[in-house]
Nanobody, 126 residues
Framework: QVQLVESGGGLVQAGGSLRLSCAAS????????MGWFRQAPGKEREFVAA????????AYADSVKGRSTISRDNAKNTVYLQMNSLKPEDTAVYYC???????????????????WGQGTQVTVSS
């Protein structure tokens, strides 16, 4: 079992920045890949970013590429999502997810992840 707890969401003006955190517990954090997804009202949950076990490889959705950075601190069992130049269309609930079947996976599909956090709300005002 893996427990995931997100934090860092909030209300920010367009052009601003936020850093989301996701604290993991329950399994050895450095043995699995992690991802961030988001879900806007009335829309399906979509991939945002993923990172492998070491942090050496990352992947991003086109919609956030160049504006967001995913990173991890295995000593703190935490994955981060730094989001810059935020836009109103970034408004969503952001979820972190754990892919415990793979250390290397940079999957963008929901069914590639085994555990999910409860989500943190990000609201970007125009």
């Amino acid at each position: 079992q893996v427990q995931l707890v997100e934090s860092g969401g909030g209300l920010v003006q367009a052009g601003g920045s936020l850093r989301l955190s996701c604290a993991a517990s329950g399994r050895t954090f450095s043995r699995y890949a992690m991802g961030w997804f988001r879900q806007a009202p009335g829309k399906e949950r979509e991939f945002v970013a993923a990172i492998n076990w070491s942090g050496g490889s990352t992947a991003y959705a086109d919609s956030v590429k160049g504006r967001s950075t995913i990173s991890r601190d295995n000593a703190k069992n935490t994955v981060y999502l730094q989001m810059n130049s935020l836009k109103p269309e970034d408004t969503a609930v952001y979820y972190c997810a754990a892919d415990v079947r793979s250390r290397y996976g940079l999957g963008s599909l929901l069914n590639e992840y085994d555990y999910w956090g409860q989500g943190t709300q990000v609201t970007v005002s125009s």
